[in-house]
C-alpha cells in the first residue's frame, strides 16, 4: 500500500464518522491496540457506514455486499483507554462494487487507513449484480471529500485500470 495522500490522515475528509472505545481485551502483550482488534473496529464502522449512509435500504431482495478486499496501513501505535475515531467515505465506485475508504484516529491523530471494496452480489445467482441506481446515487452522496473518482472519469485515473471494477 502506498503511503497515504494527506487528506486521508485528516477527520474531516470522511463523510461519516463511528466513535468508539476500546476495551482491555484489544490489547496485545506489549499493551498496543492488537492489530486484530483494530479489524473489528474497522468493520463494525464498515457496518455502521452500510446503515448510516442509507446503502443498505437500497440493496434489492437476495442481493447483499461482500468483501472482496482488506487492505489496511498501520501507522502509529494505538492505545487504551483512550477513544478513537473511524472516518469513513466512499472512494470509488464500480459498475458491482465500491470501495470505502476509513481513517482510525485517536487523540486527534491518524493512527491507520484501510481500504475495504465490496461487491454487490444476487445471492441466488451466486454473482456480481450491478449497482441499483438508489444504492449507487446514496453512495456518490457519501464520497470522500477529497479524492473520491467518479466512475465516468476513472480511465483517467493512472492508479486505476478499468479491469479493477469491470471484474468486481
Not at 481485551?25 to 449512509?53: K, T
Not at 487492505?71 to 470509488?92: F, W
Request: include cysteine; glycine fraction near 8%; charged fraction near 25%.
Amino acid at each position: 500500500m502506498a503511503k497515504p495522500v494527506p487528506e486521508r490522515l485528516e477527520l474531516a475528509s470522511y463523510f461519516l464518522t463511528f466513535e468508539t472505545a476500546p476495551r482491555f481485551g484489544d490489547l496485545d502483550p506489549l499493551r498496543h491496540l492488537n492489530n486484530a482488534a483494530l479489524v473489528r473496529i474497522y468493520e463494525d464502522a464498515r457496518v455502521r457506514f452500510l446503515d448510516g449512509s442509507g446503502v443498505r435500504e437500497a440493496w434489492e431482495p437476495h442481493c447483499r455486499f461482500v468483501v472482496a478486499e482488506m487492505a489496511i496501513q498501520y501507522l502509529a501505535e494505538g492505545g487504551y483507554p483512550d477513544p478513537l475515531s473511524v472516518g469513513s467515505g466512499v472512494l470509488r465506485i464500480g459498475r458491482s462494487s465500491f470501495t470505502l475508504a476509513q481513517g482510525l484516529f485517536q487523540n486527534g491523530r491518524c493512527i491507520g487507513v484501510g481500504d475495504t471494496t465490496l461487491v454487490y452480489v444476487d445471492t441466488a445467482a451466486e454473482a456480481p449484480r450491478a449497482l441499483p441506481a438508489t444504492a449507487r446515487a446514496r453512495l456518490h452522496a457519501t464520497a470522500m471529500r477529497v479524492g473520491f473518482i467518479p466512475p465516468d472519469l476513472r480511465s483517467l485515473d493512472a492508479r486505476t485500470s478499468e479491469t479493477d471494477f469491470e471484474n468486481a
